[in-house]
């Protein structure tokens, strides 16, 4: 099988890292960059559920990467979240007097970001439909949240970000890191995560794609073992519960009919959600601060939030 780097098309010297499933894992000498090949996303369909991770995940970790992204921007900039799922980053953004747009290919998704962010506007399609739609919108910055894991080419992605740049704009993204915890999450296996960075793989793709990187930032080490403690007690029981664990493992297709378990799941989650990660987080936080001292060398931020510059004098060097 004949692979190639997403980030620095190196085909030649790639160090073999095993096989998940249906994908072989290889690691790129060259970028540092780890990814699957064949670099296959998931469906339409096969996401509709993984949204319930979103449900379970500790609102925190989430919006401590929206305060590292918001710091590299000026107020009242024009935004644009490409992926913004339900808008949750939209809705922080527009509540602090920034101009926020949203894109994201689930409709689903779309609706639900409309009511929970009314003074937004959004597009239900792919980045590239929206391009194709909206040509003539320029915006002082674009996010990029936990995004491009889940892509097969993400440099290509980031080379037409800058179409919808002002001069001077800046892209902030955010990724899992991938040296987070000592264990691997479920959800971290391709065809949901295709691609594993590092800050030199990520600093590399930005590159390549012609910005140049002002910062890169990890996020919270606390918050990080309070996403460990989630994930061991809340996320793996209720996914194998719902006959999803396997959908994560290996590339294989979810069970039958945990697809609408899911979504009803998800419902519930969605209207009781907050009252039960606030019990949560009152069991979790003082047992996540007494064990702070033992688990800082093996636990890093959950993820890594670089910005970068849009130089319209150089972009034609990438």
């Not at 918001?70 to 935004?79: D, E, F, H, T, V």
């Not at 980053?89 to 689930?106: E, H, L, M, N, P």
């Not at 697809?259 to 009252?275: E, I």
Request: proline fraction near 6%; aromatic fraction near 12%; charge should be positive.
């Amino acid at each position: 099988m004949q692979a190639s780097c997403p980030v620095c098309t190196n085909n030649k010297s790639l160090l073999a890292q095993g096989k998940d499933g249906e994908f072989e894992l290889f690691q790129c000498p060259d970028c540092d960059l780890k990814f699957s090949w064949p670099m296959l996303a998931g469906s339409r369909e096969w996401y509709d559920s993984a949204y319930l991770m979103r449900r379970v995940v500790p609102q925190p970790k989430v919006q401590n990467y929206f305060q590292i992204g918001l710091s590299s921007l000026p107020g009242r900039s024009k935004i644009l979240d490409i992926g913004c799922g339900e808008g949750d980053f939209i809705k922080y953004a527009a509540d602090r007097g920034y101009q926020v747009w949203g894109t994201d290919f689930s409709e689903e998704m779309i609706a639900l970001a409309k009511k929970n962010a009314p003074q937004a506007k959004f597009f239900a399609g792919t980045f590239e439909e929206f391009l194709r739609q909206h040509p003539q919108e320029k915006f002082n910055g674009a996010v990029i949240f936990e995004v491009l894991e889940h892509l097969s080419d993400p440099l290509s992605t980031l080379r037409e970000v800058k179409k919808i740049l002002k001069p001077g704009g800046r892209v902030i993204v955010s990724v899992p890191n991938r040296g987070a915890w000592p264990v691997t999450h479920f959800g971290d296996h391709p065809p949901n995560h295709l691609s594993w960075w590092s800050k030199r793989s990520l600093s590399i793709l930005v590159q390549k794609a012609g910005f140049e990187v002002e910062s890169i930032k990890t996020t919270s080490y606390l918050l990080s073992l309070h996403c460990l403690a989630t994930y061991l007690t809340t996320q793996l029981p209720l996914y194998a519960l719902l006959g999803q664990k396997k959908k994560f493992i290996g590339g294989q297709a979810s069970e039958a009919g945990s697809l609408d378990l899911g979504r009803r799941t998800s419902s519930f989650l969605r209207h009781y959600g907050p009252w039960l990660r606030k019990i949560r987080n009152a069991i979790y936080w003082p047992a996540v601060l007494l064990l702070s001292p033992f688990m800082w060398p093996l636990v890093e931020g959950t993820s890594l939030v670089l910005s970068a510059k849009f130089n319209a004098t150089n972009s034609g060097k990438s």
